[in-house]
């Protein structure tokens, strides 16, 4: 990632929230989807390991989107790619992750190291002059957090609103109230319920590329923000929040060796296998690979590679077109009975597996090239960050997050553990090997060790 050596200027905001679940990732989309309706150049990031968000707001933006975040990319890397936006940007946002100061390198921890004003998104349906409260201990908590205010969501109508503007004891804090936006209903007649706007299931928000309507949805968010004071400031009013972004100090680390010149890595991009950050398709590249992408649940062939990376995604959702994938499945089994690599990571691993039992009890084939079964549960397995100890290397960093478990006597080769010493063993994932391929929950941040990498796909 090269980045201009000049200072750029651009209005930025990072929209928070005090928890998960108060609407800030409807925010962030319809803000960026309003702007880029009005032919601005919208830049939008997604704090922590999300691959999911993301869709969204590149739908929004039509722009990519990349994850910022303190421990897992690094701040050098936070910093370049700030900076490296707002020199193309008119507008920088990005979207928090759980609650404001949840975590010791919290939202508001990057919000203040990078000095970007915070815009608190609050579900405001079931209070009223609390609101003012809750405000003021986010505002003033952190009193060197940099502050723009607060956008009330699933606001009732005008009188709730005024309700909650009046408990303010700042009223420049007020950036106005948004009333809950319902997506298509559910089913037609006169008891059906509204369905969510950006619906979901267990692993977060069902991606926007899956819904033939997502961008009316996203245009519905944006027309309800358009009617708030947030939503009806010029440009020239968002200079109030115009951050200077300096050129990054030059890394420590250098440029990854090409330590995959000369091969191809074929990987699987799809709706089953969409779990994908954009930036380790450009280390791939960096380490000197030719990427080829192929689609499984379309019947596209295993194009020619040295070796595979099978991403994570939801293999459950897509059984049945998975394992009538027969040619595909073929053609697998003999890249393997070549030695030739596979990282697996997440539903990448388990679609590998002999199958998957869903929590009604019924039983999903899949590849059946990994010895072992998944099984689905309704509460969630892991979460988190993790880094993979591996010889003689730093540490890989990535993360966990799964519903479902996996039984095979396949052998474990290295844990991938939680960041605090002290947590032990307690949450490590470990990466199996059977022949050629290494598989895990693990979902790997490339850039963090990009070695590791390479020698999973097969470097010396």
Same mark, same amino acid.
């Given at each position: 990632m090269s980045t201009p050596a000049t200072p750029a200027r651009c209005p930025a905001l990072v929209i928070a929230a005090p928890a998960s679940g108060q609407g800030k990732t409807t925010v962030a989309a319809a803000l960026a989807r309003l702007h880029t309706r009005?032919?601005?150049?919208?830049?939008?990031f997604k704090c922590g390991p999300d691959h999911l968000d993301p869709h969204w707001h590149e739908l929004a933006s039509g722009a990519p989107v990349h994850p910022l975040d303190l421990w897992l990319t690094g701040e050098h890397d936070?910093?370049?790619?700030?900076? =490296?936006?707002?020199?193309?940007?008119?507008?920088?946002?990005?979207?928090?992750?759980?609650?404001?100061?949840d975590g010791q390198l919290s939202v508001a921890e990057l919000a203040r190291r990078l000095g970007i004003p915070v815009l608190a998104v609050i579900d405001a349906s079931a209070m009223g002059g609390t609101l003012g409260a809750l405000v003021h201990?986010?505002?003033?908590?952190?009193?060197?957090?940099?502050? =723009?205010?607060?956008?009330?969501?699933?606001?009732?109508?005008?009188?709730?609103?005024?309700?909650?503007?009046?408990?303010?004891?700042?009223?420049?804090?007020?950036?106005?109230?948004?009333?809950s936006v319902a997506g298509p209903q559910e089913q037609p007649g006169r008891q059906s319920r509204p369905a969510a706007l950006l619906p979901e299931r267990q692993l977060g928000l069902v991606a926007a590329r899956e819904l033939p309507d997502a961008l009316a949805r996203l245009d519905a968010a944006a027309d309800a923000l358009q009617a708030t004071p947030l939503g009806r400031m010029t440009a020239q009013d968002w200079q109030r929040w115009a951050v200077e972004f300096p050129p990054p100090a030059p890394s420590a680390s250098a440029a990854p060796a090409?330590?995959?010149?000369?091969?191809?890595?074929?990987?699987?991009?799809?709706? =089953?296998?969409?779990l994908i950050y954009r930036a380790n398709l450009d280390v791939l590249r960096q380490l000197g690979a030719q990427v080829a992408c192929f689609a499984p649940l379309r019947g596209e062939p295993l194009p020619a590679c040295d070796a595979l990376w099978l991403p994570g995604g939801f293999p459950e959702l897509h059984a049945p077109a998975l394992a009538a994938q027969s040619a595909l499945r073929e053609q697998l089994r003999q890249h393997i009975a070549a030695g030739k690599p596979i990282w697996a990571e997440g539903g990448g691993m388990v679609a590998l597996l002999g199958g998957i039992t869903l929590p009604d009890g019924s039983r999903a084939p899949l590849w059946d090239l990994l010895p072992g079964h998944a099984t689905l549960h309704t509460r969630l397995q892991a979460l988190g960050m993790r880094v993979l100890q591996w010889p003689d290397a730093a540490g890989l960093r990535g993360h966990s997050f799964h519903y479902s478990s996996t039984d095979t006597a396949v052998p474990i080769v290295a844990q991938a553990v939680r960041p605090d010493p002290a947590d032990g063993a307690a949450g490590a994932e470990p990466v199996y090997r059977h022949g050629s391929i290494h598989a895990s929950y693990f979902h790997a941040w490339f850039a963090s060790e990009p070695q590791v990498v390479a020698r999973l796909l097969g470097a010396a």
């Open positions: 009005a032919g601005r150049r919208v830049r939008v936070c910093r370049a790619r700030l900076h =490296a936006a707002a020199h193309e940007a008119d507008l920088i946002l990005i979207e928090g992750v759980m609650g404001l100061f201990g986010l505002r003033s908590y952190w009193p060197d957090l940099p502050w =723009a205010g607060v956008l009330a969501n699933r606001v009732a109508g005008a009188r709730h609103a005024d309700m909650l503007r009046a408990g303010l004891r700042d009223a420049s804090d007020w950036l106005g109230a948004v009333p090409p330590l995959l010149a000369g091969r191809r890595i074929a990987v699987a991009q799809d709706e =089953a296998f969409c």
